[in-house]
């Protein structure tokens, strides 16, 4: 069984699901959200729930987040890929809060460096936003590249990592 709730951020309105034991999902509910939403619906396999574990507590930690008083994760997580997504998710995991890589940086660290479009790839279909930072990866230049949120919400995530979560968001989060 799979539990949901969607909450309000700062970047859009956020769906969380839940194993019952650990947080599966962490979608934007305007994007992917809608569309898994719908295929557990169709599966019979979904219950509306604010109290199922970790729901709350990933709720409180995306408070503290969004507030600037969480640079680290703490809640339960069930990653759910192939074993090189897993390795790269959990690259992402340490790439530590405000700062940013690069995808060759990343495909170096799991041990594959001719695999920037398979770490591409991998970071797009991270299904934890933000709290497994995919959002921390940029290319090789400097520049912002693909965000499955969305170039603004990406910028506004580095933006309120780098200002350490004190400053109102200048840009539009969700355009």
């Not at 990933?58 to 703490?74: N, S």
């Not at 759910?80 to 992402?92: D, M, Y």
């Not at 780098?162 to 200048?170: I, L």
Request: aromatic fraction near 6%; glycine fraction near 10%; include cysteine.
């Amino acid at each position: 069984m799979n539990y949901t709730t969607t909450i309000a951020s700062p970047v859009g309105s956020l769906m969380l699901v839940s194993d019952g034991s650990a947080l599966t999902a962490l979608l934007f509910a305007d994007e992917h959200g809608a569309r898994l939403e719908d295929a557990l619906r169709a599966s019979g396999n979904i219950v509306a729930s604010d109290e199922a574990v970790p729901l709350p507590e990933a709720r409180r930690e995306l408070a503290e987040y969004f507030a600037g008083r969480r640079r680290v994760f703490a809640i339960p997580l069930a990653l759910r890929g192939t074993p090189f997504q897993k390795r790269v998710w959990e690259a992402l995991r340490r790439i530590p809060y405000g700062a940013t890589t690069s995808y060759r940086e990343i495909a170096r660290a799991v041990g594959s460096p001719a695999a920037m479009r398979a770490v591409g790839a991998a970071n797009g279909s991270n299904r934890l936003a933000i709290v497994v930072p995919c959002h921390r990866v940029i290319g090789a230049d400097g520049t912002l590249t693909g965000y499955g949120g969305g170039l603004a919400r990406k910028h506004a995530l580095l933006d309120l990592e780098a200002a350490g979560g004190r400053a109102a968001r200048t840009r539009s989060a969700t355009g």
